[in-house]
């Protein structure tokens, strides 16, 4: 059988990694798992090119979430509700369109020992923000959440998905963060490096910090928070069991190789830092 990941740009991602060394340790000799550049009017003509009797599901990365949902012929309601799918597995002679990103960010934290904060702060409005609310959801946060975005006028997609969670949400500029760090958790879903300059305001802070960000690590604010003795979250453990759940998803094995992917992705990674410091 075969799987892939799908994105543009998409030649970084670790989805590869992860899921061959799960296909290895199964045992699953005749899984195959490929990488595909691919963007949103592209991936309809890519979905009516594939043997259903050969593919069994896709990993996709931005900026085909929400296309992805328009083409499948099921889409789970935690996918509906946070308004975007990451991942399609067959389905007869279509796709069915899930979410794992929150299951990868709930255990990420849970793993950490950060679960059902307080009040959480969440640092951008995009897709991952909207993934990271029904992860607070599921952990049982029921404290105040606040938004804080660069332009709070694209901000209409996040709050929808929190209205559709039932998640109250407050946001405001993130110009004016230093109002709204009296929080247990800050989630940043800022691009890499964009959190950096929040170091300092994090860092005399009480929150601890996940950062989405997984390459290179830890980033300054990460830094800054573990110097403080706040708990650190990086994006990988994110990566990593957003991957566990494709994997079941995909093969249908429940018992997935969590230890033999969580090493081959760490591997990776510092093959990747020792080559860019070369």
């Not at 550049?37 to 896709?58: I, R, T, V």
């Not at 230093?178 to 490096?193: N, Q």
Request: one cysteine or more; proline letters at 5%.
């Amino acid at each position: 059988m075969r799987a892939a990941v799908l994105g543009s740009p998409v030649a970084h991602s670790l989805s590869p990694v992860l899921h061959s060394a799960a296909y290895t340790a199964l045992g699953l000799g005749d899984w195959s798992y490929g990488l595909f550049e691919c963007d949103e009017k592209g991936l309809a003509p890519f979905l009516e090119g594939l043997d259903p009797a050969e593919w069994a599901g896709l990993s996709l990365t931005m900026p085909l979430k929400r296309r992805a949902m328009e083409l499948a012929v099921e889409v789970t309601d935690l996918a509906t509700a946070v308004g975007g799918a990451n991942t399609l597995v067959r389905q007869g002679a279509g796709w069915a369109a899930h979410n794992t990103d929150v299951e990868g960010i709930a255990t990420a934290l849970t793993e950490a020992g950060v679960a059902a904060p307080g009040s959480t702060v969440v640092l951008g409005a995009g897709a991952t923000a909207a993934s990271a609310l029904a992860a607070l959801r599921e952990l049982g946060s029921a404290g105040r959440v606040t938004v804080l975005a660069r332009d709070t006028g694209r901000t209409g997609e996040v709050v929808a998905a929190a209205e559709r969670l039932d998640l109250p949400v407050e946001v405001a500029p993130l110009a004016e963060i230093d109002r709204h760090l009296d929080a247990d958790l800050v989630v940043s879903t800022l691009p890499s490096g964009a959190a950096d300059a929040h170091a300092e305001r994090l860092a005399a802070s009480r929150a601890d910090l996940f950062d989405v960000v997984y390459a290179p690590w830890p980033t300054t604010a990460a830094e800054a928070v573990a110097a403080r003795g706040g708990r650190v979250v990086g994006g990988f453990p994110m990566l990593l069991h957003q991957a566990v759940a494709q994997v079941r998803l995909m093969t249908g094995v429940e018992d997935v190789p969590v230890a033999a992917m969580r090493a081959a992705g760490e591997a990776e990674l510092e093959r990747r830092s020792a080559q860019a410091g070369a």
